[in-house]
């Protein structure tokens, strides 16, 4: 749900140092908001100061927040711990990797750029392919079709004699 952040009451924090809310802010302003807060029904929050600071800094009025209900003060400050303790960071092995695909696909390399225009070529010339030889089959099919089919007798009995029938009695 969407909290108004001049609502929201923030009690003493474990966290002292809020650390880089710029990078934060910025982030917020290209992806927008993530992960929600958690605020009791009375609006304290329960978890995430760094978010509203950001989002306090670029001028929002809203926040989307989660309602922790039917918690006392001590399960209140495990869940302002646990959202901080049990996250993990990317190693920089991690970090560095996930850079480098992004730049990839951020900032193909020509190669990359010429093999994708030839498949998008490609691609399209099977297309324009594949049409042409289902109109050429529709078009057989129209010219080899019976001009009428007839629907079949109900029973042998109305049925009508062909000659072969007649001969094959010896009539």
Not at 49 to 58: I, W
Not at 138 to 162: F, M, R, Y
């Amino acid at each position: 749900m969407q909290v108004n952040i001049e609502d929201i009451k923030i009690p003493a924090r474990v966290r002292k140092d809020v650390g880089n809310i710029d990078s934060l802010a910025e982030s917020l302003k290209r992806s927008g908001q993530i992960t929600p807060i958690s605020v009791t029904h009375d609006m304290t929050l329960v978890a995430g100061c760094r978010r509203v600071t950001a989002a306090k800094k670029l001028g929002w009025k809203t926040l989307e927040a989660n309602i922790v209900e039917g918690a006392d003060e001590a399960r209140l400050l495990e869940i302002e711990l646990e959202e901080n303790v049990y996250r993990k960071d990317f190693t920089p092995e991690e970090l560095l990797e996930g850079y480098k695909r992004l730049d990839k696909l951020r900032h193909p390399t020509v190669g990359r750029r010429i093999g994708r225009f030839f498949a998008g070529v490609w691609g399209r010339c099977a297309f324009w392919r594949r049409r042409k030889r289902k109109a050429a089959a529709q078009e057989v099919a129209s010219e080899t079709a019976p001009a009428k089919i007839e629907a079949p007798a109900k029973n042998a009995a109305e049925a009508e004699p062909d000659d072969d029938d007649e001969a094959a009695v010896g009539v």
